[in-house]
């Protein structure tokens, strides 16, 4: 508006009402839509929309098969039945003992043909022999059911020590209470650079320094549990309301006890919230950093996977799934109790 | 309404304020070369409208501002940094808006009163020794308090109770100096004139001189020993409340303001 029309009186029907939309906003629409357009481009998606097509016509049957609908039918195919069952050929067992059978197991024997070439005519020669199997009906549920067990635990460690390492940084971190500008900065740029590397990458390299297993897991994980919770919980605290701090302070009380009783009490529930998040978080990426040997389920998934065992993928699959939901229950159940 | 009848610690003034200057960055003058002294067991009001500089002076008296020049003693001794944490041990505070801890019981907030006191492992497990519950709870009940009320958390306790709590809080170091900052602002008028009694007595059982801001002329002539007037950051009235004539209320806040209205002057 120009300042003539502001200085000049006049009445309501002189107003005006500022527009939704004005034509910066339509320049900014239409800059995002050449924007989009050319990362479509790079992204190849006119190749998603030609596959899904294609995969729609198979469906209905307007078209003999599509690379899609091939794709996921074959994996569907040798995903169906689940493994639930563990079969071990008994020759594999140590100090196998047929009188002494594990719980709800039985012997199996079958007879399949085996090669071998015979050295003195040189010639592949078959012939039948009988191998016994040692059939655990739930055998391998149990042992993924185990699995997920670990990746849980691994989760549960892994935000333990995040806690227990973020709630010194954040004092440092939270810009009111450090106890020097430099360590601010410093622990603000390390919580970042720990937010900064994804667990699967940081996972890799731990996996190298402390070989397979959950031990790597669970540091990848606490690393960048620290860096997401060290920072919320710093800026929690220095977003916490100032009067009862100046009420503690003026007791002649120093920064430990002004941080006890007048910011812990406010932040506690944000805290026990963000917790829970990153647990949360934990578990779900706990499966996925198994697939580059950090232990849990995860490590059994990808075994499977590049042996082409899809039944027992997806029950690995499906225990995953279940699991999250079970625990998301638990932990709304939780986090209602506590806040 | 006797100004010294309560035994004191210090013979001396238990508060010297003497040219306390105070201007924010590029900002109003908000304290100008403010001197006076609070003798021992003596009820003293600080009375001026919103911005005349009351907060500022009473949060620089206990250090939680920085004065640009001048100087505060308590019970004879200078504050500086160096002595702030031990001299602010001395003093006891009521805030605005009450400055509780209100995911704490009340007990607690009350108990937080002696944190400097505490050995670290007590405070972060906050462990208060037996004798210091019993100070507490007996501060709560003297406040009018109850039972019920003690592990209560501050947030579903009412505005006068939570005030009560702040003032059992000021009281447990058995300060010698108590400094309210509008403690009622955010009060109902008769909840208001409960907390001022309540304040005024507790101060003169402990023998503890009050010095307390307000904004209300007529809570100040119920309460005050005596008043002292401030505006735009400089004192403009200091005597007790007889003296406190329509000329003395028009230098304190100004003319032509609706606090004029006889209800509020009567």
């Known amino acids: 508006m120009s300042d003539v029309t502001q200085n000049q009186p006049s009445g309501p029907q002189h107003w005006d009402v500022k527009p939704a939309f004005d034509w910066k906003t339509v320049l900014a629409a239409v800059a995002a839509f050449a924007l989009l357009s050319v990362s479509a481009h790079r992204m190849e998606l006119h190749r998603l929309s030609s596959q899904l097509g294609e995969f729609l016509q198979a469906s209905v049957g307007l078209k003999e098969s599509s690379q899609v609908g091939r794709g996921i039918g074959s994996v569907a195919q040798q995903m169906y039945p689940l493994a639930i069952a563990e079969r071990t050929p008994v020759s594999l067992i140590d100090h196998f003992d047929p009188d002494d059978l594990p719980l709800f197991s039985h012997l199996e024997t079958d007879t399949i043909e085996e090669s071998a070439l015979d050295a003195e005519t040189m010639q592949m020669t078959t012939r039948l022999v009988e191998k016994t199997y040692l059939v655990e009906p739930v055998g391998y549920l149990t042992f993924t059911l185990g699995k997920m067990l670990e990746t849980v635990e691994m989760a549960v460690w892994a935000s333990l020590f995040a806690v227990l390492i973020s709630l010194p940084l954040a004092w440092v971190a939270a810009r009111n209470f450090t106890p020097h500008p430099a360590l601010y900065g410093l622990s603000r740029s390390f919580v970042s650079f720990l937010r900064a590397v994804p667990e699967l990458i940081s996972a890799l390299f731990l996996v190298l320094a402390f070989g397979f297993g959950p031990i790597a897991g669970i540091l990848a994980l606490a690393l960048h549990s620290v860096g997401f919770l060290a920072k919320f919980f710093a800026e929690d605290i220095e977003a916490a309301d100032k009067a009862p701090q100046d009420a503690i302070r003026a007791t002649g009380a120093g920064d430990l006890a002004v941080l006890r009783l007048a910011v812990l009490p406010q932040v506690l529930p944000s805290y026990t919230a963000l917790t829970f998040y990153i647990l949360d978080r934990n578990i779900r990426m706990g499966t996925v950093i198994g697939l580059v040997g950090a232990g849990g389920i995860g490590q059994e998934l990808k075994g499977r996977y590049d042996m082409f065992q899809y039944d027992h993928v997806a029950t690995i699959l499906l225990i995953i799934f279940l699991s999250v939901l079970a625990l998301d229950a638990l932990a709304a159940k939780l986090r209602r109790k506590l806040i | ?266």
């Open chain 2, 1 to 266: 309404m006797q100004s010294f009848e309560s035994p004191a610690a210090c013979a001396e003034p238990v508060l010297q304020v003497s040219g306390a200057c105070k201007a924010f960055p590029n900002g109003p003058t908000v304290l100008d070369k403010v001197s006076f002294d609070i003798e021992p067991g003596s009820f003293c009001v600080l009375l001026g409208a919103s911005g005349s500089g009351k907060t500022t002076l009473l949060r620089s008296v206990i250090g939680l501002n920085k004065l640009d020049a001048g100087s505060v003693r308590i019970c004879g001794v200078e504050s500086s940094p160096k002595n702030l944490r031990r001299i602010r041990r001395k003093v006891g505070m009521v805030h605005q808006d009450f400055g509780l801890s209100g995911r704490l019981t009340a007990a607690r907030n009350v108990m937080s009163g002696t944190a400097p006191d505490l050995p670290i492992w007590r405070l972060m497990l906050q462990a208060y020794p037996e004798y210091m519950q019993r100070k507490a709870c007996s501060l709560l009940s003297r406040v009018g308090l109850e039972a019920g009320h003690v592990n209560r958390l501050v947030n579903g306790l009412s505005g006068g109770q939570k005030q009560r709590v702040g003032i059992a809080r000021a009281l447990i170091n058995a300060p010698k100096l108590i400094l309210a900052d509008e403690p009622v602002a955010s009060l109902d008028p008769q909840t208001a004139q409960d907390v001022m009694h309540l304040l005024r007595q507790m101060a003169k059982e402990q023998g503890a001189a009050v010095l307390c801001s307000l904004h209300q002329i007529n809570l100040s002539r119920t309460f005050a020993d005596r008043i002292i007037g401030l505006r735009e950051g400089r004192i403009v009235f200091d005597g007790p409340p007889g003296q406190l004539s329509q000329e003395a209320l028009s230098r304190i806040f100004g003319t032509g303001r609706d606090v004029f209205s006889p209800s509020m002057v009567a």
